[in-house]
Structures are given as structure tokens and as C-alpha cells.
Antibody
Framework: QVRLKESGPRLVQPSQTLSVTCTVS????????VSWVRQPPGKGLEWVGA???????DYNSALKSRLSISRDTSKNQVFLKMNSLQTDDTGTYYC??????????WGQGVMVTVSS | DIQMTQSPPSLSASLGDKVTITCQAS??????IAWYQQKPGKAPRLLIR???TLESGTPSRFSGSGSGRDYSFSISNVESEDIASYYC????????FGAGTKLELK
């Protein structure tokens, strides 16, 4: 059974770095691409970035300078790091498995608040 | 970057109505559009991929069509369980979501 679960801090201070982990089961991150998608409270979905099954990455051009996505294949985990956080980075962060190039399975998301 | 213009932002429908949501891409996306349903507090759920292919488990009252830059998503005979927000997603060149459409009961 495919499962994705995000974990990370619920509260981050402005200017600090967000680190979120996506732990997957039921598939290998070396066989399927994984993306991060975020959603500010009450607003729409925004693609953040992807790590392809071969290990390369692509990022949202608006966020690229602050982002890093990596993985630990031995633990079947994908990591999101975003630095220089501001209040408008507050939201729910989801990881999603790709099937081909669209997203078929999603984690439950982790709500992150950027506040001092 | 490809932009996706989704409309309307909100819809009010009665049970049994047919509703339609549109997404226009800033360039030809060659039918690489998916549609997602999201209920409050939940992750999005994939309903349709490649313009009109229903994902397993998607009821047949949902449908999609379009080509080039212009795409639509419809629900015939709206049911109470369809009350949710809906998003289009282009995946021809990285990813862009539409702004979303909130479907409410009239």
C-alpha cells in the first residue's frame, strides 16, 4: 500500500530554515519521482519542487534560490529544505508521488507556521 | 513558466445540477492536464489525468475535455459529496496549478 507521511516542525521563526521529511512506503523513491506542494491557509496549491527517480531535481522558479530537495534512498525518505523563511511561507506542505509526470498519491501534509 | 487561468473561483450549485470549470493555459499543453478534488483539511485527490482519463474510483459523473490551451472539467448531477475545491494542474512543463474553484451548495 502506497503511503507518504510528512514530518517536521510546526513553528519556524522568520529568517530561519524549514526542514521537512517525507517518509514513503509501498514504493521506492528510486523508482518514482516525488514532489513537494504547499498550500497557504485558505489559498490554492503551489508546486514547490521535485526530485526525479534518478536523483536530479527541479524547483519552482520563484522559490529556487531558497530551496533544496534531497533524499536518502536507504530510508526511502525525501527531504525539503527552504531557507530565509517569511510569514507568507506559512502553510501546509505536502509530498506527492508521481505516476509518470502527474501526482497520484499524496501525504496528509504538515502545517508549518512561520512566526516569531 | 506556464500560467493556468482557472474559472470561476467559486460555484454555487443545487443537487443534480451540472457544473463546469475551465482552465486556460498560457501556451499549448498538449492535453497534459489533471484535475484534483480537495476537501477541507484533506490532501488533494486525483480525479482525471491527461484531459479526460478518469482515475480508478472516479465516478462517471465527472468528465474532462479540451485541447491546446483550453480545457474544461464537468460534474453532471452534483451530489453532496462533491462539495469541495477543484484544481487543474498542467504537467507538460514542470507543474502549475490553477487557482482553484470552490463548489458550494445553493
Amino acid at each position: 500500500q502506497v503511503r507518504l507521511k510528512e514530518s517536521g516542525p510546526r513553528l519556524v521563526q522568520p529568517s530561519q530554515t524549514l526542514s521537512v521529511t517525507c517518509t514513503v512506503s509501498g514504493f521506492s523513491v528510486t523508482s518514482y519521482h516525488v514532489s513537494w506542494v504547499r498550500q497557504p491557509p485558505g489559498k490554492g496549491l503551489e508546486w514547490v519542487g521535485a526530485i526525479w527517480k534518478g536523483g536530479s531535481t527541479d524547483y519552482n522558479s520563484a522559490l529556487k534560490s531558497r530551496l533544496s530537495i534531497s533524499r536518502d534512498t536507504s530510508k526511502n525518505q525525501v527531504f525539503l529544505k527552504m531557507n530565509s523563511l517569511q510569514t507568507d511561507d506559512t502553510g501546509t506542505y505536502y509530498c506527492a508521488k508521481h505516476y509518470g509526470y502527474y501526482f497520484d498519491y499524496w501525504g496528509q501534509g504538515v502545517m508549518v507556521t512561520v512566526s516569531s | 513558466d506556464i500560467q493556468m487561468t482557472q474559472s470561476p473561483p467559486s460555484l454555487s450549485a443545487s443537487l443534480g445540477d451540472k457544473v463546469t470549470i475551465t482552465c486556460q493555459a498560457s501556451q499549448n499543453i498538449n492535453k497534459y492536464i489533471a484535475w484534483y478534488q480537495q476537501k477541507p483539511g484533506k490532501a488533494p485527490r486525483l480525479l482525471i489525468r491527461y484531459t479526460s482519463t478518469l482515475e480508478s474510483g472516479t465516478p462517471s459523473r465527472f468528465s474532462g475535455s479540451g485541447s491546446g490551451r483550453d480545457y474544461s472539467f464537468s460534474i453532471s448531477n452534483v451530489e453532496s459529496e462533491d462539495i469541495a475545491s477543484y484544481y487543474c494542474l498542467q504537467y507538460v512543463n514542470l507543474y502549475t496549478f490553477g487557482a482553484g474553484t470552490k463548489l458550494e451548495l445553493k
